[in-house]
């Protein structure tokens, strides 16, 4: 049972837009920034967005991130075969005092 | 480019220790804000962060795993290292080492080594 609550999956067609969810509470992402990774088949995450809406460098702009209270998006455009992967949502638990995560997002291009 | 690298047994059998080290390249480990982490996951699940510790030796658990789990550093071979007693089959993971910024409201994980399988089975 993860601390964070995400979507087991998700699917859309190529080119369009899909969005994905992450539930927290506020010791959590009430209370600090929210990251996102994506795991492609395979490998290792990779940073994907930081401080709830930031993008590292070499992250394109179909990549997008957003937070309201308790709960964070991860928004992805145009959509590509490549960006099939596991996607996961991470903060910091001020009670728990630990880094934790969501259970992860399986994304399906169509 | 930060480069990490684990290193360790792939097989272990139950109820002993679990010990695995990961290597640090292209980059210095004392740094301030940087966090050196282990973090797992299972065959086909999510993400499991187990804890982190700074340059300095200061460390920080995951709660579930603590009683069990110890992270060491060593900075003068650009070295953390992971170690999991009386291990079970539910260990049987993926471990990353990787290396985390924290400041304030703000932990992102920046840099995943490639990871290692670790087999927990006689």
């Known amino acids: 049972q993860s601390v964070l609550t995400q979507p087991p999956s998700v699917s859309a067609a190529p080119g369009q837009k899909v969005t994905i969810s992450c539930s927290g509470s506020t010791s959590n992402i009430g209370s600090a920034y929210v990251s996102w990774y994506q795991q492609l088949p395979g490998t290792a995450p990779k940073l994907l967005i930081y401080?709830?809406?930031k993008r590292p460098s070499g992250i394109p702009d179909r990549f997008s991130g957003s937070k309201s209270d308790t709960s964070a998006t991860l928004g992805i455009t145009g959509l590509q075969t490549g960006d099939e992967a596991d996607y996961y949502c991470g903060t910091w638990d001020t009670t728990l005092s630990a880094l934790v995560f969501g259970g992860g997002t399986k994304l399906t291009v169509l | 480019q930060l480069h990490l690298q684990e290193s360790g047994p792939g097989l272990v059998n139950p109820s002993e220790t679990l010990s695995l080290t990961c290597t640090v390249s292209s980059g210095s480990m004392n740094t301030a804000l940087y966090y050196w982490d282990w973090i797992r996951q299972p065959p086909g699940k999510g993400l499991e962060w187990i804890g982190s510790i700074y340059y300095s030796g200061s460390t920080y658990y995951n709660p579930s795993l603590r009683s069990r789990v110890t992270i060491s550093v060593d900075t003068s071979k650009s070295q953390f290292s992971l170690r999991v007693d009386s291990v079970t089959a539910a260990d049987t993971a993926m471990y990353y080492c990787?290396?985390?910024?924290?400041?304030?409201?703000?932990?992102?994980?920046?840099?995943w080594g490639q990871g290692t399988l670790v087999t927990v089975s006689s």
């Open positions: 990787a290396r985390q910024f924290r400041s304030g409201a703000t932990s992102s994980i920046y840099n």
């Open positions: 401080d709830d809406n």
